[in-house]
């Protein structure tokens, strides 16, 4: 893809995200159902937080075009290497792990991760954009530029700690509330609940691998920006 019209895609997926992320915070909770809005609000919900990631990708990515369209390739070196891990390590295999496991839980039982309740609160859409759209998203990112991807150990071992800061989060909130994020985890026992995350997060780096395996087939293995390549930077 050529770098003005990624730009002007990064800008619109950037706008696009920061759309949704304003939509929830002004979604109409007079009535909410009690269990919805507790402590820690919908921040939460991994879904609301791969929103907000999504929207700094997307701006770190359009920012990354235009210092490269303006020439500023000392800047844009530092941005493009923080944009490929926020893709490798989180953007893509936090996106595909939310939508994959919600519409596979949905379908199976909804009341487990998006109560009934809800559809009087969050618009069709919207949920659809939280749950649906990010897929296509991720992936077409993926075909349109290529993603230096960082050494094996070290993707792992930061997708790792973010995922062990997420559920720290979750248990945190059932300490305090006696409640927990998705009705889901209810129905585990303590040792049941470790299996889950234990296997929720060999989902994720199956996904991290896979974001990896299709980006080396598309890209191939040497992936270099143009423009440092011609002028050695």
Known sequence: MEISTLTVYHCLAFVWYFFVCYSITIVRTEDQP???FLYGGQWKYLT??????QAVFYGVSFLADVLRLIKK?????????SRDLLFSVLAFPVSTF????????YSYNRELVYPRSLDGIIPLWLNHAMHTAVLPFAFLE????????????????????ASFVYISWVLWIYSVTGEWVYPLFALFSPVGLAAFFAGSLAIIVCF?????????MIWGDSIVIPDYKRKGK
């Open 142 to 161: 993926i075909f349109a530029t290529p993603h230096r991807y960082p050494a094996k150990k070290k993707g792992l071992i930061l997708l790792g700690f």
């Open 208 to 216: 991290y691998s896979f974001g990896e395996f299709l980006n080396r």
């Open 98 to 105: 939310v939508s994959v496991s919600f519409w596979a839980l």
């Open 73 to 81: 390739l000392r800047c844009v070196k530092c941005v493009i290497s």
């Open 48 to 53: 609301v937080l791969n929103l907000v990631l």
């Open 34 to 36: 009690s269990e919805v």
